[in-house]
């Protein structure tokens, strides 16, 4: 609680430079911690329920965020451009990923979590370490260029998931058609 004051790029609360967040509302709002670039981890609470466009965006320092089963889906821009970021805990409840993590320099691995049905187009477009990635059970649809710039080395299949097939390290639809995901 306190008087929030950005300067130069980075929040203060109560004249304290904010570097760690434990988030206990039920909306972060649109472009709430944008550009805040001290911060470095992020704890979103249980009641948090929405996750705005562009709320970390552009948080360079930010290295670690949490997100709780409350969440359902990443809006876009949610991370874009967080160039620190490395690791990521997606929960189980999420069913969507928009374009939330583009520009994610640092991260060198995803796992898609078995609740997610849809990747977006763009959705970790230019996550310029982003080698590894692991494709849960439920996801139906991948978006045209959703790891565009991404130079993924290992893709990974969930065996349950009945919507794509992976062949000599290459992602098919069910009929056959390589995804274009790159």
């Known amino acids: 609680r306190g008087t929030p004051t950005h300067f130069a790029g980075d929040l203060y609360i109560n004249g304290e430079l904010l570097t760690r967040a434990n988030i206990t509302a039920t909306k972060i709002n649109d472009g709430a911690f944008m550009g805040c670039k001290s911060l470095t981890s992020v704890t979103i609470g249980n009641g948090v329920k929405t ?3 562009n709320a970390f965006e552009g948080c360079t320092s930010l290295t670690s965020i949490t997100i709780p089963d409350s969440v359902t889906s990443l809006k876009n821009g949610t991370f874009s451009d967080c160039s620190s970021l490395t690791d990521i805990q997606l929960p189980n409840s999420l069913m969507s990923i928009e374009g ?3 520009g994610c320099s640092a991260l060198t691995d995803i796992v898609i979590p078995d609740g997610v049905t849809e990747i977006y187009p763009h959705a970790f477009v230019g996550c310029s370490s982003l080698q590894t990635v692991t494709i849960g059970k439920g996801v139906q649809t991948i978006g045209d260029s ?6 993924i080395e290992n ?6 998931n009945p919507n794509f097939v992976m062949r000599d390290g290459i992602l098919y639809d069910k009929g056959m058609v390589a995804v274009k995901y790159a």
């Open 51 to 53: 996750i705005g466009n």
């Open 100 to 102: 939330a993590f583009s």
């Open 146 to 151: 959703a790891f565009a710039g991404c130079p």
């Open 155 to 160: 893709m990974y299949l969930s065996a349950e």
